[in-house]
Structure formats: C-alpha cells, structure tokens
C-alpha cells in the first residue's frame, strides 16, 4: 500500500498544473505532511520506495521550489 501511495502521489505532482501551486492548502499540506514523509521514506531499504521517494523529492524540486525552500 506504500508503494501504490507513493505512484499516487508522484502522479498528481508530476501532472497536476498551476492550480497545485496556487492553493495554499495544498502547499501547506506538502509542507506538513509530504517532506515528513519523504525523509522517512528516502531512508528505506526498500529500493522501489526509496526510487519513488527520490522521484517525489525531484518533482518538488522542479516544481514547487518556491513554496518549499525552508524545506528543502
């Protein structure tokens, strides 16, 4: 269930547009929740979930570094 959540929410980064980016709830929601998550989860000894937490930290990097600097 990890690793089909991970796909899950590499998909929505990867695909969503501007509107992710814009709304305050989701970025706070990324902050809170997802950057806790992905250091937890880029750890693992698990490569598929460690692949998935490294193909999410990307995203974030390419597409909401603005939102995620303290962050990141």
């Given at each position: 269930?990890k690793?089909?959540?991970?796909?899950?929410?590499?998909?929505v980064?990867?695909?969503?547009?501007?509107?992710?980016?814009?709304?305050?709830?989701?970025?706070s929601?990324?902050?809170?929740?997802?950057?806790?998550?992905?250091?937890?989860?880029?750890?693992?000894?698990?490569?598929?979930?460690?692949?998935?937490?490294?193909?999410?930290f990307?995203?974030?990097?390419?597409?909401?570094?603005?939102?995620?600097k303290?962050?990141?």
């Open positions: 269930s690793i089909l959540s991970l796909q899950l929410i590499l998909s980064l990867q695909n969503g547009g501007e509107v992710f980016c814009s709304n305050e709830i989701f970025v929601a990324m902050k809170q929740y997802l950057c806790v998550a992905l250091s937890q989860n880029g750890v693992s000894s698990i490569t598929e979930v460690f692949e998935l937490s490294l193909a999410i990307i995203s974030l990097l390419t597409k909401y570094k603005r939102h995620l303290s962050q990141i």
